[in-house]
């Protein structure tokens, strides 16, 4: 089975790193791999052409729009999203997919993800992630299906929309898998560190949107945040 490995281009330095992430994707694609870059049509890729390469100019207006653009382009059953800065450890990733999870109809299978800027490994913990982002993102092959099913990512967030994905894709009832392999090197200096604190309350905020939490219990949550540092 083939899976997408996807990634978005929003600015001439993405296009820089891009050429380096290509050269450690270049050697697996065909091979189970296929790659889609999504570009925002203000910048040229300067990847080489392959059958294996699907490249999207589009113009778009925020990163989940970018995101969902991607996902209905997608011809593969499952896809995993890497950013320009991240890398992927293959031999982990061939050996789960592997375990024959994607054959016997998972939605998520997440392994660990090295965080560079903290030189830890966060692994996954889907008991918990109704009330914490413990579930690296850059770590899942997550079924294109079980995505669009939902309707994608919800576009109103601006860091934690990977994190509601997630949480509605585990509320919809699917399988989930999790491994602790490091699956993806993250790189780090996103939004999602940047705008750590404003990460933060989106997450509440899609916690009480799925209504895992009451309007009482979000209230309580924000106020223990330090909301002037947003």
């Known amino acids: 089975?083939?899976?997408?490995?996807?990634?978005?281009?929003?600015?001439?330095?993405?296009?820089?790193?891009?050429?380096?992430?290509?050269?450690?994707?270049?050697?697996?694609?065909?091979?189970?791999?296929?790659?889609?870059?999504?570009?925002?049509?203000?910048?040229?890729?300067?990847?080489?052409?392959?059958?294996?390469?699907?490249?999207?100019?589009?113009?778009?207006f925020s990163y989940y729009n970018a995101a969902n653009q991607a996902l209905r382009e997608l011809e593969t059953s499952y896809f995993i999203m890497i950013g320009v800065d991240d890398d992927i450890n293959f031999d982990n990733l061939?050996?789960?997919?592997?375990?024959?999870?994607?054959?016997?109809?998972?939605?998520?299978?997440?392994?660990?993800?090295?965080?560079?800027?903290?030189?830890?490994?966060?692994?996954?913990?889907?008991?918990n992630i109704l009330a914490h982002m413990v579930v690296p993102f850059p770590s899942c092959i997550i079924s294109t299906e079980a995505a669009r099913s939902i309707g994608g990512f919800n576009e109103i967030y601006r860091i934690a929309g990977d994190y509601d994905l997630l949480v509605r894709l585990v509320l919809s009832g699917i399988k989930v898998a999790q491994h602790n392999e490091v699956i993806s090197y993250f790189g780090g200096g996103g939004l999602s560190e940047v705008h750590a604190v404003e990460g933060v309350v989106e997450v509440k905020l899609s916690k009480y949107r799925n209504k895992i939490i009451d309007n009482n219990a979000l209230l309580k949550e924000l106020s223990q945040l330090h909301l002037m540092n947003i």
């Open 1 to 60: 089975m083939t899976i997408s490995i996807v990634t978005l281009v929003k600015s001439e330095s993405d296009v820089n790193n891009l050429g380096i992430l290509s050269e450690k994707i270049y050697p697996f694609l065909g091979a189970g791999f296929k790659w889609l870059v999504k570009n925002n049509g203000k910048i040229q890729n300067r990847i080489k052409r392959d059958p294996n390469i699907k490249q999207i100019y589009k113009r778009d």
């Open 94 to 127: 061939n050996s789960l997919i592997g375990e024959n999870y994607l054959s016997k109809g998972y939605g998520v299978i997440a392994g660990a993800c090295f965080i560079e800027s903290k030189n830890s490994v966060m692994k996954p913990d889907f008991q």
